[in-house]
């Protein structure tokens, strides 16, 4: 095993993750490559210096391009805003260095487009993170579709829905302007993420977005608080999605349904332990769903517990990422979701916006 000297860029809830998982990675999974926390950047001196003593960073600075410029970091994680991903990322492929980048890939689909050409001319690893896909259960609903356990997927309907903006009195925020701040932008992309995991491209969506609470205290709401869709998928399955910021006692409400010929299954990641299948399978009186729980049976549970149903959380699925971003780097091989893949869900988006606009179904643009 050897080092490799990781930089952080964002301290905040996504870079402490990232530290996190980049810390704990090399003991949970025997990684051929130990992260050694280099450097960290954050937007002032101060909050660098205490992100880096907080984390047990080597190094920290308040300028992002120093970081990358260091000989020592050779591998970037980008936690920082959207609208910084793209100038971050060309700048750390212009030298060579492997990116893992906090998803949405980028701020605009140029940004995204220019990110996926840099990777790909500089040869080097590159990652979108797209967490919650990685849970030992939807890896699991993962393996099951494309095993045909449940038979030809016949629909599919997702949903990501959290309440965090539902109380109307709550003041304005960053997370009220702009499009890339809204739910379209913020909280879509990882079912997106999810649908194309699941069951692969989308050629067509109708869509239609709206802003419920338009004036907050301290500001006017200029993004959407909900969206919803309905698409077809590339080999002719239906499905729909949904997406909210304003579902009253949803927390985490990142959930999907697949309905199949011979089965079906459902998720939901406020309960992202357990599984629910459905077989067509014996007695009719006898059928139903069966709630399973995940274990060292599932794919990427046994390194973090020897126990079934024990369980793991969020800052789990942050270390299995870790782990794919570097065995990439170790062995030159392509890693998912990659920024191409980053891509891809933004370039649904864009056709969501598009329908939302015109009121028509619009085919998603190729890549």
């Keep these: ?187 879509a992309p990882h079912m997106i993420n999810a649908a194309l995991a699941l069951l692969g491209p989308i050629a067509q969506v109708s869509a239609c977005m709206e802003t419920v609470h338009e004036k907050r205290p301290g500001g006017r709401v200029d993004n959407d608080d909900q969206a919803q869709m309905m698409c077809r998928f590339a080999h002719g399955t239906m499905g729909q999605m949904h997406f909210s910021r304003i579902a009253t006692g949803r927390k985490m409400g990142y959930a999907y349904e697949i309905t199949g010929t011979r089965g079906a299954i459902r998720f939901d990641q406020e309960d992202q332990n357990a599984i629910h299948l459905y077989r067509s399978t014996g007695p009719e009186a006898g059928r139903g769903f069966t709630r399973i729980l995940t274990g060292p049976a599932h794919p990427d549970y046994l390194p973090f517990c020897q126990g079934p149903g024990h369980g793991t959380g969020y800052q789990d699925q942050i270390i299995i990422e870790a782990r794919d971003f570097l065995k990439a780097i170790e062995t030159g091989a392509p890693v998912w979701p990659s920024f191409r893949d980053g891509l891809a869900v933004g370039l649904v988006i864009a056709a969501a916006r598009q329908a939302a606009d015109t009121g028509q179904w619009c085919d998603v643009e190729k890549h």
């Design 1 to 187: 095993m050897r080092e490799i000297g990781i930089g952080i860029i964002g301290g905040g809830y996504m870079g402490k993750a990232h530290a996190v998982a980049m810390s704990a990675v090399g003991a949970v999974f025997d990684t051929a490559l130990r992260p050694r926390l280099e450097m960290i950047a954050a937007s002032t001196a101060l909050s660098a210096e205490r992100y880096r003593a907080a984390y047990g960073f080597g190094r920290a600075t308040h300028d992002w391009r120093v970081l990358v410029n260091d000989p020592k970091v050779e591998a970037v994680v980008i936690a920082a805003p959207q609208e910084t991903h793209r100038e971050i990322a060309e700048a750390a492929f212009a030298r060579g260095k492997p990116v893992l980048c906090e998803k949405p890939l980028g701020a605009t689909i140029e940004d995204a487009r220019a990110m996926v050409a840099a990777a790909e001319a500089a040869g080097a690893a590159n990652m979108v993170g797209f967490n919650y896909i990685r849970t030992p259960a939807s890896q699991y609903a993962r393996q099951l579709v494309a095993d045909g356990e449940i038979g030809e997927v016949t629909w599919f309907r997702g949903e990501h829905t959290e309440d965090f903006l539902s109380d109307p009195e709550t003041p304005f925020n960053w997370r009220c302007t702009g499009d890339a701040n809204g739910t379209l932008g913020d909280l």
